[in-house]
Nanobody, 119 residues
Framework: QVQLVESGGGLVQPGGSLRLSCAASGSIGSVNAMGWYRQAPGKQRELVAAITDGSSTNYADSVKGRFTISRDGAKNTVYLQMNSLKPEDTAVYYC?????????????WGRGTQVTVSS
């Protein structure tokens, strides 16, 4: 099993910044990608940003230019630097890890961390 623990969420004013961290532990094998998703009340969970094992990145259009995803492979940790935050960024942010186990793809999720952008 793989455990993912997110941290760094909180309350921030519009225009502010937060840095989320997600530390993976347990039976970590061949990691394909790690990413951040978010879910606002009454909405579906959506991709925010993802980074592959080869460090290719992908961002939702709504966060391009404001958020940056990065990864420390040695620490099995992924980060999300969020700048110029807007009220519409308010959501629970979840970390996801995709890896191969005996050649089969598996996905693991963290429990989430709340981000609230409000004045």
């Amino acid at each position: 099993q793989v455990q993912l623990v997110e941290s760094g969420g909180g309350l921030v004013q519009p225009g502010g910044s937060l840095r989320l961290s997600c530390a993976a532990s347990g039976s970590i094998g061949s990691v394909n990608a790690m990413g951040w998703y978010r879910q606002a009340p009454g909405k579906q969970r959506e991709l925010v940003a993802a980074i592959t094992d080869g460090s290719s990145t992908n961002y939702a259009d709504s966060v391009k230019g404001r958020f940056t995803i990065s990864r420390d492979g040695a620490k099995n940790t992924v980060y999300l630097q969020m700048n110029s935050l807007k009220p519409e960024d308010t959501a629970v942010y979840y970390c996801k890890l995709d890896q191969l186990i005996v050649g089969l793809p598996y996905s693991f999720w963290g429990r989430g961390t709340q981000v609230t952008v409000s004045s």
